[in-house]
C-alpha cells in the first residue's frame, strides 16, 4: 500500500458520460499530480495541484476538469467520454511541488469507455 | 513533443545476466533523473535517482549511470531475477519545467528463469 488510495479500481461507462475519479494523497503530501496511460504510451501528465491550487497543466482535454478539495483529496471529472478516453489514470502525491524524491503513485483507475 | 523517450519497448534477459534498460532525453535543462518500476494491476513505485551533479548512483543491484552530454541515462540491474519483471519508466525534472516530472514510455523487462 504506497499511501495513496484511488477509487474506483475500474469503472465501465458508455460514450457521452461523465465520470469522476477519486484521490486521496498520501498523508502529509500537499501534491496531487493526475496521469493518463493509454495503450502503448507512458505516463502522460494531465495536470497538478498544490495546496488546493492549480499549478500545472499537462495535455489535459478541456473535457476533463479536477479539483483539490480542503482535506486534499483530489478529484478528476470526465465528460463526454470518447472511445479514446479508454486508459488508466493515476493520481500521485508527494510532499512539495517539485519534490526530489519524486512521487508516490496510487495503483491506478481503469476506465474503459464502450 | 516526448522530451524522455525510451526507444525499447521490451527487453528479455536470463536471470543471473545484466539488465541494461535505456532512457533519452532532449531538454537539457533536466538536472533530476529518476527511475519507477512498475508490475500489472499496480501503480509505478520509485525504484533509484540520480541528479546531475552525479554521473553514477547505486543501490544494491541497481545502477544508474547518467551521461549528461549525450542527455542519456541508463539503467543496470545485475544479476538479474526473475521478480524483476516489470515495466521500467524513466522519468526527468528541471527547474525550466516547474519542476514537473516528464516520463517516458516504458520498457518492458522480462527475467527468464
Known amino acids: 500500500d504506497s499511501g495513496v488510495t484511488q477509487t474506483p479500481k475500474h469503472l465501465i461507462t458508455a460514450t457521452g458520460q461523465r465520470v469522476t475519479l477519486r484521490c486521496s494523497p498520501r498523508?502529509?503530501?500537499?501534491?496531487v499530480y493526475w496521469y493518463q496511460q493509454s495503450l502503448d504510451q507512458g505516463l502522460q501528465f494531465l495536470i497538478q495541484y498544490y495546496n488546493g491550487e492549480e499549478r500545472a497543466k499537462g495535455n489535459i482535454l478541456e473535457r476533463f476538469s479536477a479539483q483539490q478539495f480542503p482535506d486534499l483529496h483530489s478529484e478528476l471529472n470526465l465528460s463526454s467520454l470518447e472511445l479514446g478516453d479508454s486508459a488508466l489514470y493515476f493520481c500521485?502525491?508527494?510532499?512539495?511541488?517539485?519534490?526530489?524524491?519524486?512521487?508516490?503513485f496510487g495503483s491506478g483507475t481503469r476506465l474503459t469507455v464502450v | 513533443d516526448q522530451q524522455v523517450k525510451q526507444n525499447s519497448p521490451s527487453l528479455s534477459v536470463q536471470e543471473g545476466r545484466i539488465s541494461i534498460l535505456n532512457c533519452d532525453y532532449t531538454n537539457s535543462m533536466f538536472d533530476y533523473f529518476l527511475w519507477y518500476k512498475k508490475y500489472p494491476a499496480e501503480g509505478p513505485t520509485f525504484l533509484i535517482s540520480?541528479?546531475?551533479?552525479?554521473d553514477k548512483n547505486e543501490d544494491g543491484r541497481f545502477t544508474v549511470f547518467l551521461n549528461k552530454s549525450a542527455k542519456h541515462l541508463s539503467l543496470h540491474i545485475v544479476p538479474s531475477q526473475p521478480g524483476d519483471s516489470a515495466v521500467y519508466f524513466c522519468a526527468a525534472s528541471g527547474r525550466n519545467t516547474g519542476n514537473q516530472f516528464y516520463f517516458g514510455t516504458g520498457t518492458s523487462l522480462t527475467v527468464i528463469p
Open positions: 500521485a502525491s508527494s510532499v512539495a511541488m517539485g519534490s526530489g524524491d519524486g512521487y508516490t
Open positions: 498523508s502529509g503530501d500537499l501534491s
Open positions: 540520480i541528479s546531475s551533479i552525479k
